[in-house]
């Protein structure tokens, strides 16, 4: 599975892209506005880090809007994805990016019917919002569940990108019910190393190593 990380903090970025396991990152007008930064600067900035998938989210509802942004966003580098709302002008002008051969990510996807019509409009990737389904009271894996049955059908190449993921439990699940791609806060990311017996066991090992009095160099 894609690891995407799910933020506009570059110094954030940069540290975690050293561990060689990012492969993407997404964007959202919220995280954007996080970064109390201009957008196509910190979008620009983002592709400079890493060179797999960046998704820029177009803020047109419009489709001849939506066009003009997300050709606007993706002149900006090689790598831009634009992202687009799941709406039938999404979708619309989703079909014509797909024509035009730029990479699209449609976003706030919320059941398989909406997934299998961004499948049919040649989307990238697809995003269903796991925790915001959880928060709704419904049960945000069997989403992945659905699309992941739905896409294998019909040989649909677009690819389940799992977002909306507030826990490593999130991580898992979306592994295992075959997400593709997981967009991931980097909170969440740090969290994925960590077990506690990992921890437990280490110090045991350095403890017994600081006994033997050795050097490996
Ligand atoms: O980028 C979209 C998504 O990951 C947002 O997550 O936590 O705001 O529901 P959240």
């Keep these: 599975m894609q690891i995407f990380l799910d933020t506009t903090d570059t110094a954030i970025l940069k540290d975690l892209v050293a561990t060689g396991l990012i492969d993407g990152v997404t964007t959202n007008p919220t995280l954007i506005a996080k ?3 201009n957008m196509l600067e910190v979008i620009t900035e983002i592709c400079g880090i890493i060179s797999g998938p960046v998704s820029a989210e177009v803020a047109a509802m419009d489709v001849a809007g ?3 942004e997300g050709r606007k966003l993706a002149a900006l580098a090689p790598n831009i994805v634009v992202k687009v709302p799941l709406t039938r002008e999404g979708l619309t002008a989703t079909a014509e990016f797909t024509a035009e051969g730029i990479q699209t990510n449609v976003t706030l996807c919320f059941s398989a019917a909406q997934a299998l019509l961004a499948a049919k409009a040649g989307a990238t990737y697809i995003s269903p919002f796991i ?31 799992a977002a909306s993921i507030r826990s490593p439990q999130h991580v898992t699940e979306a592994a295992l019910a075959g997400a593709d791609c997981a967009t991931i806060p980097p909170d969440v ?29």
């Design 35 to 37: 970064s109390g930064r």
């Design 66 to 68: 939506m066009l003009a």
């Design 131 to 161: 925790g915001r389904l959880d928060d709704h009271g419904a049960n945000g894996m069997d989403l992945i569940t659905e699309i992941r049955a739905v896409y294998d059908n019909y040989d649909f190449d677009t690819e389940i990108l």
């Design 189 to 217: 990311f740090l969290a994925l190393f960590k077990h506690p017996l990992t921890e437990r066991g280490l110090q045991q090992f350095m403890a017994d190593w600081a006994k033997t009095g050795q050097s490996i160099l």
